[in-house]
């Protein structure tokens, strides 16, 4: 089964548009080790097997866990799947802690941003020790350090990628006037943003990567699970296709934009099957018009 008949240039290779996130190959609150290793390893191997050529990781995710089973389940990778990974955010702690109320979620409290460039050095270079590379295809910056300068933190993943050590630079969750000084520094090819069916925050900066050809891979394109309060257009949809919300939401993505490189990610093969089903759904116009003009 292909993924989609479209592609995109990304990683410096030809890459069908649906992805796949390995930030699920981890513990609760993305981090340490996952509850099943081996059906993580499994994972990996069918996203593959379904023809996703595209997958996402960061060397925070566990921290360093992500790239790991990525190395276990694909190395030697075949020649036409491209690895991006992030570097930039450092982790204090799982993501989501119990307290005596309940779960509380730290969110960025769990994900303070370095952009030194010594720190983003060390880190490319052990992503390509865990990854068991010499060339990183996609090098994202994970998120912008608003201690360091711009200039300083692209400006080493430039002197990385004249070194041969990574192939194409990325930015992620960055602003458009962060996009602009980047792209003053070095070739930047793809952004990663949150945005989803129920989320446009990032609507800006996917203006600029369809006018200038940038990829645009949306994270958390089925909203982390957050869309069953959404839009009734959602329902309907999914009702219309026989088929569930969040396979309504990726198929959107992908009929709203011929940049959008969608990275649903999960820890399940009975999950992702279902993500990868997604590619197939053909929305009617009035459907997809109806999904971006909704109010959410």
Partial sequence: MNVNPQTINIGGKTVSRLGFGSMRFTGRGIWGEPQDRAECIAVARRAVDLGVQFIDTAD?????????????????YPDDIVIATKAGLTRNGPDVIDTDSGPKRLG????????????????????????????????QLHRVDPKVPLADQVGELKALQDEGKIRQIGMSQCTVEQLDEARQIAEIVSVQSRFNVIDRGANDILEVCERDGLAFIPWAPVAQGGLAQAHQALADVARAHSCSVGQVAIAWLLHLSPVMLPIPGTSRRTHLEENVAAAEIELTPEEIDRLTTASV
Avoid: F, K, N
């Avoid at 925070?60 to 190395?75: D, K, M, R």
């Avoid at 370095?114 to 270079?125: D, I, K, N, W």
């Fill in 60 to 76: 925070s995710y566990g921290p360093h866990v992500a790239e790991q089973i990525l190395y276990e389940a694909l190395h030697p």
């Fill in 108 to 139: 960025p409290a769990a994900w303070p941003p370095v952009g030194r460039p010594e720190y983003l050095r060390q880190q490319v270079l052990m992503s390509m020790r865990r990854l068991g590379v010499d060339q990183i295809d996609l090098l």
